[in-house]
């Protein structure tokens, strides 16, 4: 493995994702700034900037897996970092609701953009039977990032103002892009699918061959993009492992918008906390994440190596499971400031963080095997696009629920969603085994092709 490539792709990871929950810890100042009540706190910036966020960018995203799959990922990984990192500096000079929209959106393309990237260079990177290793270590610098970005907010919001976090992380995320661009490899394609099952380094280099030349995006018309990228989708749907994994992503991500969007000013407001100790006790949240990550990916990849069933059957039990520490979570009407209240309410967050990411670092993997090398990117910016519908989606419902219920029933009710996720991720078992063989005889005939006069 590349270790440097890896390093700099998580860096890359890291510095995208610690912009998502920026606004979290101070809805409820950001609202005060703006003149606004709590349901237009809860519609406008909960809802509206999160379809912005999630939504508005689903076109572009889309671009960015088409190219991830023609021309240097290097290249486009920075071209993200900058776009997501540089309208957050911009926010020191937000000075109404619609400049926010304007550059949360942009924001939201970066976040979207990164997943096709990411996971196409971890492919190349990793051979299938240490893929979940990888996605763990990624999926530690998401949460880490996600976990940072919301800890400067929580911690510095209070004091300086909510727009000063914003230009903190936007500051040393363009100082860690700048490191990118000159220490970043690109992998190879098609080279670690050379070293598992017997395919050997002809059928490495014949992927290398389709996917195609990555010198720049002038050699590349755009019509045959299109045509390429409609070739490539209709590959990646006739597999149904991806159609199930693309699916599980609708309901899935609902709850995980609710958390990073509405939890931290709930706990903040709705139970009393303030916003330093309720970011505390999301940042165990972030913790829990962490170790949830690590212990999911490396069981995960056990299971996987001993019987591909095994892994989605856990990926599922874990969705489902995860749902009740959050209902306990929002039912509780017992939170203090004191020691042995934080404590009691921060040992069921790490619960809920841990289960809460175990699915998630297994669900990109199964992704990953079952996608050939030169169609990764196209697979994820689709995977990448349900995921986005659930985040942009959930809190437009959770706030149309609000206004109805109140918070407390109408977040209940979201984190329900992770059921029908739990039920599509077992249902990857019956219907991975046969894409993964797919994928490998693909790559032997592309190799005899390569290699016959």
């Known amino acids: 493995h590349d270790w440097r490539a890896f390093a700099m792709l998580c860096a890359g990871v890291f510095v995208i994702m610690m912009d998502q929950n920026l606004m979290a810890p101070n809805l409820s100042q950001i609202a005060g700034d703006f003149g606004f009540d709590d349901t237009e706190r809860d519609v406008r910036l909960g809802g509206h900037i999160s379809v912005a966020f999630f939504l508005l960018g689903l076109p572009a995203a889309l671009v960015i897996g088409v190219l991830t799959d023609v021309i240097q990922r290097k290249r486009i990984l920075v071209w993200t970092m900058l ?6 500096v911009l926010a020191l000079f937000v000075s109404n609701y619609w400049e926010l929209f304007a550059i949360r959106t942009l924001t939201g393309i970066a976040v979207g953009g990164a ?22 270590l990624v999926g530690m610098a ?39 661009q000159n220490f970043a490899v690109e992998p190879r394609r098609g080279i670690a699918d050379g070293g598992d ?22 050699s590349h018309r755009w019509s045959h993009l299109l045509r390429e ?41 709705d139970k009393g906390l303030g916003v330093e100790h309720a970011t505390t006790i999301m940042m165990f949240f972030g913790f829990g994440g962490m170790f949830g990550t690590i212990t999911g990916g490396i069981l995960g990849q056990k299971l996987y190596n001993l019987k591909p069933w ?19 979570l929002v039912e509780a009407d017992d939170y203090g400031t004191s020691a042995e209240a934080m404590g009691e309410k921060i040992g069921v967050m790490f619960f809920a963080g841990l289960l809460a990411t175990m699915t998630g670092v297994n669900v990109r993997t ?23 519908l659930g985040k942009g989606f959930g809190p437009v419902m959770s706030s149309a629920l609000v206004a109805h219920v109140g918070r407390t029933l109408a977040f209940k009710l979201g984190f329900g969603f992770w059921a ?30 390569r290699s016959s006069p």
């Open 229 to 269: 990228w409609l070739k490539k989708s209709a590959a990646v749907f006739r597999r149904r492992t991806n159609v199930l994994g693309f699916l599980q992503g609708i309901p899935g991500c609902v709850p995980w918008s609710i958390i990073g969007v509405f939890m931290n000013d709930y706990l903040a407001v």
């Open 83 to 88: 776009l997501g990192q540089g309208p957050c």
């Open 420 to 449: 029908p996720c739990g039920a599509l991720c077992l249902l990857c078992g019956w219907t991975m085994p046969r894409d993964v063989n797919d994928v490998r005889r693909e790559m032997q005939e592309l190799a005899k092709g």
């Open 197 to 218: 099952g017997g395919i050997g380094a002809s059928a490495a280099a014949a992927a290398a061959a389709a996917s195609a030349k990555t010198a720049s995006l002038s």
């Open 115 to 136: 997943l096709p990237i990411v996971y196409s260079m971890v492919g190349d990177l990793f051979p299938p039977n240490s893929r979940s290793y990888a996605s763990m």
């Open 142 to 180: 998401m949460n880490f990032g996600g976990m940072f970005g919301q800890g400067v907010a929580g911690y510095l919001g209070p004091s300086f103002g909510w727009r000063v976090p914003f230009a903190v992380v936007g500051t040393f995320g363009l100082a860690v892009a700048a490191v990118v």
């Open 366 to 388: 199964v992704i990953v095997n079952v996608n050939a090398p030169y169609e990764r990117g196209t697979a994820f910016a689709w995977f990448n696009l349900t995921d986005d």
């Open 310 to 328: 095994y892994m989605t059957a856990y990926m599922g039990a874990a969705a489902i499971a995860g749902i009740f520490p959050w209902l306990y």
